[in-house]
């Protein structure tokens, strides 16, 4: 049993490193730190870093906290600490 | 029938409904008026936290500054979204498993110690009162604008509505109400940005319209290609080009990230909802929600500096529309015509700059701009009432919780029975809507300058404290409180000296590393996590009770709503 929680936990903080790094990469990489290189590349009307940092960032944002959520229902049932 | 009549009209009905809601959910216990029983969906604390979370700066200045910074805007959208996932994931979903109504009772709870615990109240009660004092303002200043009444009436106007449902209803109230307001908010947002967007572009969804081409009207062409020749044009820069350093973005981007997860009144709305499971769904709901109004601004941005600058620059002064006329009434817009030719010259040169204009006018003035019909203007303002009292509402709760709550009940006189308790929630409640509906009539003129230590305190002081509280077992008191003492005295004694001591001196030469005050938020918080670790390591771990709450906040099984037992 307690064994079984501290696998839980280390998949929890994979997850949660994993869909951090995307979150870090959209915002802080694309939007910020790289911008200027992303805006070389044009699509429709906007330069890509730009459309990052003002709107492709906060799309991300949303879709990543649904997938955690959906992950860790999953995974709360797997081990059996979902609530009844 | 013209906008006056039309706000008083919108602006009532929106007012009725809310004390209409107020009265519907009375709160009968201390469970109730603190996290509203614990019983609100997933989707309707989204919705309330969404309203929560905007306020009057979001709905009235944000597309505005975002207008005239361009690409560093960006800092604001991302900020005040980002954080949300930070929240998700790192705190939201243990804060519910923990299960009881405040951020200081887990700070105490946690670390063991009523002194963590006084310091968290403390923290929690400056924070929200500095945010509390510039949503009073923006209750006054719509009001006055809107309705024509003094500023002051308009202020007490606002107290009266706000201590009306949150004195009544406490948290079960204020969440009902501002499931009400985020719908009037979104929608008087929505409503002018879609027109303006088929205005300038032919596309109805502004999130598109934003990267599409400009109308025969406009003159074709990608409207930010076109914006970015405008501002080459004028002298500034180009518009997605940035002004600020890349360290500076970077960290006032993360300040407001991890500001807002640290925020008390965003906190604790996660307390409200029945089980961990909804809490990890909420924020994501609430993210939605935010995202509607955050996606939109910066298109809004867009197509109001287009129209702004067209409207105005090098034409004569008789030819502009009645919209700049307007506004050059209430000082917002100023026109001098300096080299005498007659006409108007925008430029970014401040000595032949002859029009200078107000970033708070941008969003108000839409629906002139796009000659829409009253009632919409009439929205606007109802919107932006909407936008204010919420998040008035959330704060004050925070308030009257921390001192009924925190502080009475958990430290000072532990022996009050839940009626007690309830009294003195409501007391605090009122008294904190008098202090702050005063300093809203009589702002202290740092009004603008405190918002940067709000998110910076938040921060420096409370993110680190819980994040390790949650995720570092070995955390302990000794390094807890001596992290956010650090991080606070740092932060703080950061700003103070650029914001209050020394203002000239605020210029990015003489910044430490080049961060600003808004952004040193991020160094306060590597501190203190810093300073948290190595002094936890040094000193005896946390006694095996405290640990083994730890291991069960981690697992969601077991989670009763917030009990009322201590």
């Known amino acids: 049993m307690q064994k079984d929680l501290k696998k839980y936990w280390r998949t929890n903080l994979r997850y949660m490193t994993l869909l951090l790094s995307i979150w870090f990469v959209v915002s802080y990489g694309f939007g910020i730190l790289f911008v200027d290189v992303l805006d070389q590349v044009q699509i429709g009307g906007f330069k890509l870093g730009f459309w990052f940092a003002q709107q492709g960032s906060i799309y991300v944002f949303t879709i990543l906290v649904f997938v955690y959520a959906w992950l860790m229902n999953r995974l709360d049932e797997k081990y059996d600490v979902d609530e009844k | ?566």
């Not at chain 2, 013209?2 to 706000?7: F, H, K, N, R």
């Not at chain 2, 505005?64 to 996932?85: A, K, N, P, Q």
Request: hydrophobic letters at 50%.
């Open chain 2, 1 to 566: 029938m013209d906008v006056q009549i039309w706000t008083f009209i919108i602006v009532g009905l929106s007012f009725a409904l809310y004390i209409g809601i107020a009265i519907w959910s009375r709160a009968t216990s201390t469970r109730e008026f603190y996290v509203a029983g614990g019983g609100v969906s997933p989707l309707a604390n989204g919705m309330a936290t969404a309203a929560d979370w905007m306020s009057a700066a979001s709905f009235i200045s944000m597309a505005g500054l975002i207008s005239f910074m361009g690409r560093d805007g960006s800092m604001y959208l991302m900020g005040w979204t980002g954080g949300y996932v930070m929240l998700a994931l790192l705190l939201a979903p243990y804060l519910r498993k923990f299960g009881k109504f405040t951020v200081p009772d887990f700070i105490g709870d946690r670390y063991y110690s009523n002194t963590a615990r006084v310091v968290a109240v403390f923290c929690a009660i400056f924070v929200s009162f500095t945010y509390v004092v510039g949503q009073m303002k923006g209750v006054g200043i719509a009001f006055s604008r809107f309705l024509e009444v003094e500023f002051t009436t308009g202020v007490l106007i606002g107290m009266a509505i706000v201590f009306f449902y949150a004195v009544l209803g406490g948290m079960k109230g204020i969440t009902y109400t501002q499931v009400a307001q985020y719908c009037v908010l979104i929608f008087a947002y929505l409503v002018p940005a879609i027109f303006i967007s088929i205005m300038v572009t032919g596309n109805p969804i502004p999130q598109f319209g934003f990267g599409s081409t400009t109308t025969e009207a406009y003159g074709g062409g990608y409207l930010l290609a076109k914006l970015d020749a405008i501002h080459t044009e004028l002298g500034f820069k180009a518009y997605t080009a940035g002004n600020k350093s890349t360290l500076d973005i970077f960290c006032i981007t993360l300040a407001l990230m991890a500001g807002t997860a640290g925020l008390p009144h965003v906190i604790i709305r996660f307390f409200t909802v029945p089980n961990v499971k909804g809490a990890r769904k909420s924020v994501g709901y609430a993210l939605i929600f935010i995202a509607i109004l955050y996606t939109t601004a910066p298109a809004v941005a867009a197509f109001a500096r287009l129209n702004m600058i067209q409207t105005i620059s090098g034409r004569s002064y008789e030819s502009v529309p009645a919209w700049v006329k307007n506004w050059e009434k209430t000082k917002l817009i100023t026109i001098e015509d300096k080299n005498g030719d007659g006409q108007m010259q925008y430029l970014a040169d401040k000595n032949a700059n002859e029009v200078t204009v107000d970033p708070d006018i941008m969003v108000l003035a839409n629906p002139e701009i796009a000659k829409l019909k009253p009632w919409v203007a009439a929205l606007v303002a109802a919107g932006g009432l909407a936008a204010a009292l919420s998040t008035a509402a959330g704060l004050l709760l925070v308030i009257s919780t921390a001192i009924s709550h925190d502080l009475l009940k958990k430290t000072f006189r532990p022996n009050i029975t839940d009626k007690e308790e309830l009294l003195y929630a409501r007391i605090a409640a009122g008294v904190a809507i008098l202090v702050s509906g005063y300093f809203g009539i009589h702002p202290p003129d740092y009004v603008a300058a405190v918002v940067a230590f709000a998110f910076g305190l938040a921060c420096s002081s409370f993110f680190p404290a819980i994040f390790l509280g949650i995720f570092d077992k070995r955390t302990n008191t000794q390094g807890a409180v001596s992290g956010m003492i650090v991080g606070i005295v740092f932060t703080a004694g950061y700003i103070i000296y650029f914001k209050f001591i020394d203002t000239a001196a605020n210029i990015p030469e003489n910044w430490w590393l080049g961060v600003s005050p808004e952004g040193i938020g991020t160094i306060g918080m590597i501190i203190n996590l810093v300073i948290t670790w190595c002094v936890s390591r040094l000193t005896p771990p946390p006694p095996e009770e405290v640990q083994q709450m730890v291991e069960d906040i981690r697992i969601p099984r077991g989670s009763a709503s917030p009990t009322a037992s201590h």
